[in-house]
């Protein structure tokens, strides 16, 4: 018998960005029917070795990529890329909002066309509809993707790629395909990469999070600064090893929350919050706490961040904020009262991909640096990068657009904008989405911090093990409403999922 040839092999693989070696030499073997995963720091290079397969990016001159054997020409385009058999899902998702789910399916595909070269619609969605379907999903192909939910569109890019692979399917590639969408989707996703796997292929599995590694993968490539740490079997590992191998260092427990001298009436107040989602919702919180929002896809979590911070209409309900009952409408009115919110989407709202750090991060906040008339940039660009350097966003180049960043080091960005500004409350929603193990310690570190200093931390997430480590205490949502508050000896991981999960 002879031994196939590896689905995907690279050689000596570097890419040089102006004055920065993004990879340096990396060399990686997948085989066939293998879930091998790519892990690394914010910034390690995994999503430019991603790039430099798809086509988006040229590699620097020397390298080499061979596909199930057969050698490509580097730099390859895109069209090559699908040719030699590789599908990507990547990051952001690739996919364009104010276009129709049919539309993004067709996108670089080409249509199915009829005798007179019309596109066939109809036979197109039902298409769709069907591989869809085939994944568990009831999407209309018919509807704009800027309408669906997170999840949804994460499904439709996954779906598409898939689909892309009907033709010379050799290899997958997912760059953090869990990074927007909730625990409960991820079952399905998991079962698709697991039977295009069974069909020979091989998937490259990008992610942060090491729990989903050891569930799926057979083997990891650790990246670190551009270089490869190793391959390593997934089985020969503990966690405690992979996270070493990642940071290069060892990683302690997160330190008990400092208690702030409590003020007798809470911060906030909640009573009766009802919208779209959320049935009847009350809850109060003080200065000096962290308080945990739990839950699932659906349970209301986001609804609830959305409704305090005037992002949403609320239907029924009170919210009274530093003892005065308040009714926002829009998000800056909040932000005016000292309410800040960091976003469970970055793609969607609180940030502008085309725009510096710099101006994402003094946006909310120009009047500071006005000074007689004048916009004081050089103040302006000292500050931030000073809160760059403290919130290690990597580099810290005030000037560098938002969409140069790798994604993880976007959202540290974001962080550093919204604590900047010391809100008395802040409101985060899924914070550490994309963000590698090393800086989601850090990103806790800053929460704990700033409530330490007498804010009031709401912290929606569906990290449960996170949320018990560092919550005072956690509600936990089902189904919109509160089905329970765990404190103390109850503030477990296991028992917020009870709670989240039952029916
Ligand atoms: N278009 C670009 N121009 C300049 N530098 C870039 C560009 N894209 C990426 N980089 C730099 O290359 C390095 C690797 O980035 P990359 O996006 O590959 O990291 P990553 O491992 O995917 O990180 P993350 O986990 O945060 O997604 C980073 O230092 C990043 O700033
Ligand atoms: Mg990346």
Known sequence: MTEREPALSV?????????????????????????????????????????????????????????????????????????????????????????????????????????????????????????LADFGHDIDPRVEMRRLSSSDRTIVAIVRALAALEHQPHLLVLDEPTAALPKVEVDFLFAAVRNAASRGIGIIYVSHRLEEVFLLADRVTVLRDGVRVGTFRVADLTENDLVELITGRKIGEYSPPTTWAAEKDPLIEVENLSGARLKGVSFSARRGEVVGVAGLLGSGCSELARLI?????????????????????????????????????????????????????SITD????????????????????ALMREFQVHPPDPDRRMADFSGGNQQKALVAKWVRLKPDLLICDEPVVGVDIGSKVDIYRILERIAAEGATVLLMSTEFKDLAALCDRVIVLNKGRIVGELVGAHLTKECIARLAYAS
């Not at 009170?318 to 800040?340: C, E, H, L, M």
């Open 11 to 131: 050689r000596d693989l570097s890419k040089t960005f102006t004055g920065q070696r993004a990879l340096d030499k990396v060399c990686m073997e997948v085989l066939p029917g293998e879930v091998h995963a790519l892990v690394g720091q914010n910034g390690s290079g995994k999503s430019t070795l991603i790039k430099c397969l798809s086509g988006y990016q040229s590699p620097d001159p020397g390298g080499q990529i061979s596909v199930a054997g057969v050698r490509v020409q580097t730099p390859l385009s895109a069209a090559d890329a699908a040719h030699h058999g590789m599908a990507f899902v990547h990051q952001d998702l690739g996919i364009v909002q104010s276009l129709t789910v049919l539309e993004n399916f067709c996108l670089g595909r080409g249509f199915s066309t009829g005798p007179i070269g019309n596109i066939r619609w109809r036979v197109e969605a039902q298409r769709v509809r069907r591989l």
């Open 309 to 361: 911070f005037g992002a949403d209409v609320r239907q029924d309900g009170t919210i009274r904020f530093k003892g005065n009952q308040v009714n926002y409408r829009i998000p800056s009115q909040a932000i005016k009262d000292g309410i800040g919110m960091i976003s469970e989407d970055r793609r969607l709202d609180g940030y502008f991909s085309r725009l510096s750090v710099r101006e994402n991060i």
């Open 366 to 385: 120009l009047r500071r640096f006005w000074k007689r008339g004048r916009l004081d940039r050089g103040a302006e660009r000292r500050e931030i990068a």
